[in-house]
């Protein structure tokens, strides 16, 4: 019986403790620990899910049935640069998927990627709610309004190292 | 109770407030099919999500479709169960489930007892008019269990089992959409989780999607193989069960016709485990006594309660989730392996052979007993005390294969000397019997006086969790019984919370003991089939000459020649273990 | 004087923060800043021009404005009285400017009582809504009604929930208080999921302290002292905004132990959605906040007797609970005297798409769609032809031309083939291809379903494949007889609201654009020329001059021809990739 040894920084598997303390380790919070957890580490590796798990007293096959309900909650660590494609119908009918044509060419990604440099992923995403500038794209927290595929090159480029 | 009226197929019938469509037509005869649904009555056990869709009936005044296991009938109602709407509506759901389903069932291993297969026979399916991409996953197979993820048609049962009924917490839908499917967490194989291998998840799969590993073809191999001694062992709940996979109805015990067939299939020796049930009784009711009676002389490092120690599945699951607790369960080991380490000491001594020229086969009901055998501690310089557990659903197959005709078969005694047992043996396969049997030996060598009835009523039943007292002339013998891990686990935490202050405790990891193991016949969702099991071991155990294990000959004889005393030296070489912590340290880097 | 900068999350993307910082500062070194007081509000809703400065009290309306512009602004309109002209709205019909936003198209025709902040106040200043009589209907509750008779005066109002079902709110309280327990539960549902609708955000942002007040008048009179807003993690702002304004309102005493001094209690914790479309269904949105997978269950039993932990749990979206105050403020008579019949007061939209004034709107119940379009939309974009007009997002339909005088309320959308749902629309045009249309939606509810129940998970997937197949060219008759019953059986059939909607987009795009799916199965051509499998380049012999630069910058070599010859598209060969269309400078190059 091979048993599953979890690695995790001490620094950090305190402050992962902390967290699931904070909500008085209440299985019943576990999509508000898990939100923090994200935001400590970038993402959701198995070893952060097995913690959770422990923590909150229940078993990580629900926390992993969990994570991957909820297209929020990533195990892949995400680029420096994440940049997120508004999918919403305003930009889809404003030729939002040919922007997103334009970034895979370029980037060399699938949906949900990064890229092998770390730089760069690529998502899609619900309405942001910026529809007066479909199509939207987000890179990081930063939102870029009326794109068009011939824009995409620009975008890049500001953020390439 | 309210009576409500409603009309079903044109039926005008009267039920109680809050039944279910379903129920309700099934009074009337009304048979609406069903997929997820599972409901055993007795043991309180319900599974309805309501996510096959296969159950839906048209009501009148309704927009869409009803799902008849969940929607409750409400006054005046007026269903239709089988008009073209409804008709159409569940072929084509049926086709959809078929069509991100493998047609390969020529070749499942669920072939002929699948409920998904039944269903589209009944349903007259001949072509999938919507085909497409099939949902594809990785195959995972570990000592007991193979799960062909492919096959999953979500009716959530096992999640049910694992986490509801055993709170094991191994299995869990996860992703969402076209990917959904119950799996371990991160997917990873069984063996990397806590799964404990009881096997009811398979018992309730109504498909090909859990199986158990298939050990068949080993065994018939091992029969040709003229340089082994090949000796198998049955377990007491099997003969309760075997019946049914010949078309027997439940209940009916086929203890002799086993006998006779596992003869001829080839095995040397036809043996029962029932004797190593006698063994453990003579070693656990050992133990029992000695913790009692240090207690009593005021021995503060003595644990009480006593846990039993028989099942494997329970053992796996302390191992995992109570490993702070290693210390209280009995350190005897399971008839399986007693029977093993005997066989493979004893009797190859007897015989004059080595012990790599033997091989100890068991029937087992139980997926559990195949990882049991498989541990390293119950091996001796890497051959194993058992070879191969098969499971009750695997000897039939055997018999099947070697064209033996099962019902015209004579009843057949079990060979000597490992093969006569006492009827305290025969009900360790029910929940409650293990702890019954203990008590009939126990309360002889503690009080010093015979029992005038063996019997112990209060100990039987299908109650979850059970508290009973016994007298043992004057001193009271708390006793608790839990079937279930999930109870299990209720009682554990009553210990560790220092709640409980029983003396013995019985646990199996089944509902309904072993009799409701996972290697059984599939009872698919009829707990009438378990009482029937249950029912037919204490009618065996009352038939018997002899119906307490200290009382078994050959049991006194092999203490003589062999043993020694119970708990000595040789039998804690031989019929005792040890438990590991399986828990999942969190590693700092 | 005040100037109103929008502070909505379009108008944030477009600077308006900097707009803000630079106003106040430019104000500040003039010396005017007991004069002119620069405000963040939430959304104005015409986000198509934004960022949107206001001046009040002469509603002078600057649009698409930019840092650049803020000199200007304060040297000129401020100070000299004078209107920067060249920022103002222009009607594009007239080309004349438009002076103030009451002149404007746009908002002339709309009924703000949701949104009656939004773009008015601070948001994050709760003196600014209690001086636009904020708290006021919580007060009167609390001291002058009994819960009976709020829920009476809600049932008498009409208000019907926002979130898409259009069950009647005052009803829905009833039946939460009837049900007996030691705690119940107000829930808002504020996990918009709808693609392309964003009305409760923008509430949330503009205006929190409606949807506090109301809950807590729903709390009072369901017998409930706890609130759970559900919001979507990705609306930051939204949720800022409201964790600034509980903290404020508990400040004050209007949330927290014995409000007003009244004996009730009431509190508010924020739970996070974590993108799951699905989470929008109360059932789902309750296990979602328990900590599980957001997988709806059967109803009954309804929330209202069996919720958030078992508890009676009384769910109301944002809109709805936005609209409670003004009804107690009001009166139901005034409240139910807008609208029609069946669908009293005022819907919020979502107006997007092919069409000149993207934004938000709230209109009266029973308004036309071509009033809607046309009048408050501007029309199409680019002079194009009107095509159809989706409503209800995944769950919706599409009207056509034909549905342009239809009175919009809750049953004619239903019985048009579509549904209100949250308030999504989203203006099609000729170019756009209906059968691509409903393959967006389908793929959008793939990618959402939860895969519990067979219909949705599996027939989703089948719908959408078939829809594939068609646009590939692959599709045939028999395909359009399997989308028939496969959408009808998964309506009928699938576990909730979101499966029993999910096939609408394409029964709907069947029942009205049928020819469009007989073009791409039949003909096997797109006739709007979207759907790039069907698409033909071809060179006109009249215009190629065998340049060869077509040839050259093929990809796949499928163009041949001698130099200064007729080139020739081979079609096997072609991936319609359009760089030839691109590279061709004779305009020989065309698509058919």
Redesign the interface.
């Known amino acids: ?10 620094e950090k ?1 305190g402050q992962l403790q902390a967290i699931c303390k904070e909500f008085n380790n209440d299985k019943g919070e576990l999509i508000n620990v898990l939100h923090k957890a994200q935001h400590l580490f970038g993402y959701l590796p ?1 070893e952060v ?3 959770i ?2 923590e909150l007293n ?8 969990v994570v ?2 909820y297209s929020f909650f990533t195990m892949t660590p995400k680029g420096e640069h994440p940049i997120s494609i508004c999918m919403g119908t305003a930009c889809y009918v404003r030729g939002a998927e040919k922007v997103l044509d334009e970034f895979k060419r370029i980037l060399k990604v699938k949906v949900g990627e990064t890229t092998p440099d770390g730089q760069f992923s690529l998502s899609c995403l619900r309405c942001v709610g910026a529809c007066g500038l479909a199509p939207v794209v987000l890179v990081g927290d930063k939102v870029f309004g009326r794109v068009a595929p011939d824009g995409v090159k620009d975008i890049i480029e500001e953020y390439s190292k | 109770m309210e009576m409500i009226k409603v009309t079903i197929d044109n039926k005008v019938i009267e039920v109680e407030k809050g039944t279910t469509i379903l129920d309700a037509a099934h009074t009337v005869g009304i048979n609406i099919p069903t997929l997820c649904y599972l409901h055993l009555h007795d043991l309180n056990i319900t599974n309805k ?6 159950c ?1 009936v048209e009501v009148k005044g309704r927009r ?2 009803a ?1 008849a296991c ?3 009938c409400t006054p005046g109602m007026e269903v239709s169960t089988h008009n073209i ?1 409804v008709l ?2 569940r072929k ?2 049926l086709e ?2 078929l ?2 389903h493998p047609t390969d069932c020529l070749i499942c291993p669920k072939s002929g007892s699948c409920d998904l297969q039944s269903l589209a026979q009944e349903m007259g399916i001949r072509q999938i ?2 085909e ?2 099939q949902s594809t996953y990785r195959e995972d197979t570990s000592p007991a269990i193979i799960r062909d993820v492919d096959k999953c ?2 009716c959530r049962r096992c999640e049910m089992m694992c ?1 509801d009924v055993q709170t ?13 499917v119950v ?6 194989n069984l ?4 799964c404990t291998y009881c096997g009811q998840c398979v018992a309730v799969c109504p498909t090909g999607a859990l199986t158990e590993v298939d050990h068949t073809n080993n065994v018939i191999r091992t029969l040709a193989d003229p340089s082994k001694t090949v000796i198998v062992q049955t377990a007491p709940a099997v003969r309760a069960a075997l019946g049914e996979e010949f078309g027997m109805e439940a209940g009916t015990l086929v203890t002799g016709k086993m006998a006779a067939a596992l003869r001829r299939l080839g095995f040397d020796y036809v043996f029962d485990t029932d004797f190593a049930a006698d063994l453990t009784i003579m070693e656990e009711g050992t133990e029992l006594l000695d913790r009692i009676t240090r207690h009593l002389k005021g021995d503060t490092t003595v644990k009480l309660p006593i846990l039993t120690s028989c099942c494997p599945g329970w053992v796996s699951f302390f191992e995992h989730q109570f490993p702070d607790m290693l210390d209280i369960p009995s350190t005897a080991r399971s008839p399986q392996q007693m029977f093993g380490s005997i066989a493979k000491t004893y009797f190859a001594e007897k015989l004059g052979i080595k012990r790599e020229n033997m091989v100890v086969v068991s029937i087992m009901p139980c997926l559990a007993k195949k990882y049991e055998c498989s541990r390293n501690e119950f091996k001796v310089d890497g051959n194993p005390d058992v070879d191969f557990a098969v499971s009750t659903r695997e000897l039939a197959h055997l018999i099947k294969q070697a064209n033996i005709n099962f019902l015209e078969l004579p009843d057949e005694d079990f060979d000597r000397p490992l093969g006569d047992s006492t009827g305290a043996a025969v009900i360790f396969g029910a929940t409650g019997g293990v702890i019954e049997a203990a008590t009939r030996t126990a309360y002889e060598v503690f009080t010093g006086k015979k029992l005038d009835k063996v019997d112990f009523e209060q100990l039987r039943g299908m109650e979850w969790i059970r508290r009973a007292e016994v007298d043992f002339d004057g001193f009271p013998i708390k006793i608790g019984i839990a079937h279930g891990l999930g109870n299990a686990r209720k009682l554990l935490e009553e210990i560790r919370d220092g709640k409980a202050d029983f003396h013995a405790i019985e646990i199996m990891a089944c509902p309904g003991g072993c009799i409701g193991g996972g290697g059984q016949p599939l009872h698919h969702g009829d707990s009438s089939i378990l009482k029937a099991r249950t029912a037919a071991l204490y009618r065996e155990d009352a038939g018997k000459a002899i119906r307490k294990s200290h009382e078994n000959p050959f049991i006194q004889k092999l203490y003589e020649d062999f043993l020694g005393k119970p708990c000595g030296h040789k039998s804690h070489h031989l019929l005792h273990t040890h438990y590991f912590d ?1 828990s ?6 | 004087m005040h100037l109103l900068v929008c502070g909505g999350t379009g108008c944030r993307a477009s600077e308006s923060e900097t707009i803000f910082h630079d106003l106040k500062t430019t104000i500040a070194s003039k010396g005017l800043e007991n004069e002119v007081q620069v405000i963040t509000t939430g959304c104005f809703g015409f986000c198509e021009k934004g960022p949107i400065v206001k001046v009040m009290p002469d509603n002078t309306f600057y649009t698409r404005v930019t840092p650049a512009d803020v000199t200007e602004i304060i040297e000129e309109h401020v100070i000299k009285g004078r209107k920067v002209t060249r920022l103002l709205y222009i009607n594009p019909e007239t080309q004349e400017s438009v002076s103030d936003s009451k002149h404007m198209g746009f908002y002339r025709k709309q009924i703000r009582i949701a949104l009656r902040n939004c773009g008015f106040i601070d948001p994050e200043n709760i003196d600014e809504y209690i001086g636009r009589d904020g708290y006021q209907a919580l007060g009167k509750c609390l001291t002058e009604m009994t819960p009976e008779q709020v829920i009476e005066m809600m049932k008498k109002s009409g208000l019907r929930g926002r979130g898409g079902g259009g069950f009647p709110a005052g009803l829905k309280w009833e039946i939460t208080r009837a049900s007996m327990a030691d705690q119940k539960y107000v829930v808002c549902n504020a996990d918009e999921g709808d693609p392309g609708a964003f009305m409760d955000r923008s509430i949330l942002e503009g205006d929190p302290h409606s949807v506090i007040e109301a809950m807590a008048i729903c709390g009072y009179c369901i017998d409930g002292s706890k609130g759970l807003v559900y919001i979507r993690a990705e609306y930051p702002l939204a949720i800022d905004r409201l964790k600034t304004a509980i903290g404020q309102a508990r400040e004050y005493g209007l949330l927290g132990d014995n409000i007003l001094g009244t004996g009730f209690s009431f509190d508010i914790e924020l739970r996070y959605g974590a993108g ?1 479309f699905v989470c929008g269904e109360e059932t789902a949105l309750i296990h979602s906040m328990e900590g599980l ?1 957001g ?1 709806p ?2 109803k ?1 039993p309804f929330p209202s007797v069996s919720g958030y932990l078992g508890k009676p749990t009384n769910v109301n979206n944002v809109e709805t609970f936005a609209n409670v105050p003004v009804i107690i403020n009001r009166g139901a008579e005034w409240f139910s005297s807008i609208g029609t019949e069946k669908s009293r007061g005022t819907k919020v939209f979502a107006l997007a798409g092919k069409i000149n004034n993207v934004g938000l709107i709230e209109v009266p119940m029973g308004i036309s769609l071509r009033e809607v379009i046309f009048e408050i939309g501007g029309g199409i974009k680019d002079g194009k032809k009107f095509k159809a007009v989706q409503t209800g997002g995944p769950s919706g339909g599409c009207l056509t031309a034909k549905h342009l005088d239809t009175p919009i309320d809750y049953d004619n959308l239903i019985a048009a083939g579509s549904m209100m749902g949250s308030g999504g629309m989203i203006v099609l045009d000729e170019d756009d291809c209906m059968v691509s249309i409903a393959k967006f939606y389908l793929d959008f509810t ?10 949705c ?3 989703n ?2 719908l959408i ?2 829809l594939e197949k068609i646009c590939k060219g692959n599709g045939t008759m028999e395909d359009l007889d ?1 989308l028939r ?2 959408g009808q ?1 998964i ?5 909730c609201g979101l499966g ?1 909607t999910s096939p609408n987009p394409v029964l709907s795009t069947m029942d009205n654009f049928y020819h469009e799916y007989l073009a791409h199965v039949v003909d096997k051509k797109c006739p709007s020329g979207q759907c790039k499998a069907l698409l033909r380049y071809i060179i006109d012999a009249e215009n190629c001059v065998g340049c060869t630069a077509c040839a050259r910058i093929c990809p796949v070599n499928a163009i041949s021809g001698e130099r200064k010859g007729v080139h020739i598209v081979d079609q096997a060969v072609c991936i319609k990739c359009g760089a030839c269309l691109e590279k061709c400078k004779f305009n020989a190059v065309f698509i058919k």
């Open positions: 019986m091979a048993s599953i040894n979890i690695k995790l920084n001490i598997l198995a899910q097995e913690v798990a422990h229940t078993s990580a096959a629900h926390v992993y049935g991957t309900f | 999500p309501a996510g096959c869709r296969v839906v869409n479709l799902p969940v929607t409750e709407r159409n509506s084509t759901v959809l489930i069509s991100d008019r919507y497409g991409e048609i979500m986490n094991v917490g191994v299995l869990s839908a996860v992703n969402r959409g076209f990917m959904a799996a371990p967490a991160f997917e990873r063996d990397h989780s806590e399986k999942n340290p969190v590693e700092i880097e | 799951a997978r997988e269950t059967v009954p793939v990618e959402e379903s939860c895969g519990k129940c067979a219909p998970r599996i027939g997937k089948r494949e078939i399997n019953n496969l059986v309506k009928d059939t699938s576990l029993q």
